[in-house]
C-alpha cells in the first residue's frame, strides 16, 4: 500500500517487481483523492486490517507510524536511502521486537499479509 496516487500504478509496479518486492495487492490513493497521507493511510489501515493479519508495514514517516499502530501493526521506519533508522529512546521498547515481527513476517509469506479466515 501506498499514498501514491493510483495514476502511478503501473510505475510502482514495475518498480516493485524489479526490486524483488512480492506483493498480494497494491493498494493506492484514489486518483482525484487529495487528502493529507495519514488520512489516506487510515483507511487504508482500516481496509487492509479487515482483510489481512498484517505482520509488518514499513514506511518513511514517523507520523504515519503512529497510524499503524492504532491498528496493532508494528512498523518499521526508513530513511532517505531506504535503510531502517535508528529507532528514537521512547519507541525503543517496540522497536526492539522488530525482529521478532520480521521473523514472523519471513513465516507468514513474502509479503507479510495473511488472509484472515473466518471463525466459524
Known amino acids: 500500500m501506498s ?11 514495475a518498480w516493485l517487481r524489479e526490486h524483488g518486492v512480492e506483493h ?8 482525484t483523492d487529495l487528502r493529507p497521507d495519514h488520512e489516506v493511510k487510515t483507511d487504508i ?7 489481512y493479519r498484517v505482520a509488518l508495514a514499513v514506511d518513511d514517516r514517523e507520523d ?3 497510524v499503524w499502530w492504532s491498528f496493532g501493526i508494528p512498523v518499521a521506519l526508513v530513511d532517505d536511502e531506504g535503510a531502517i533508522g535508528a529507532p528514537s529512546p521512547a519507541l525503543a521498547a ?9 521473523a514472523e513476517a519471513s513465516a507468514v509469506g513474502p509479503s507479510g499479509l495473511e488472509p484472515l479466515t473466518p471463525s466459524v
Open 3 to 13: 499514498a501514491r496516487n493510483a495514476r502511478w500504478s503501473f510505475v510502482t509496479t
Open 45 to 51: 489501515g482500516r481496509l487492509l486490517s479487515a482483510r
Open 64 to 66: 504515519i507510524r503512529e
Open 94 to 102: 517496540v522497536d526492539a521486537a522488530l525482529g521478532d515481527v520480521l
Open 24 to 31: 498480494d495487492e497494491l493498494v493506492l490513493r484514489g486518483r
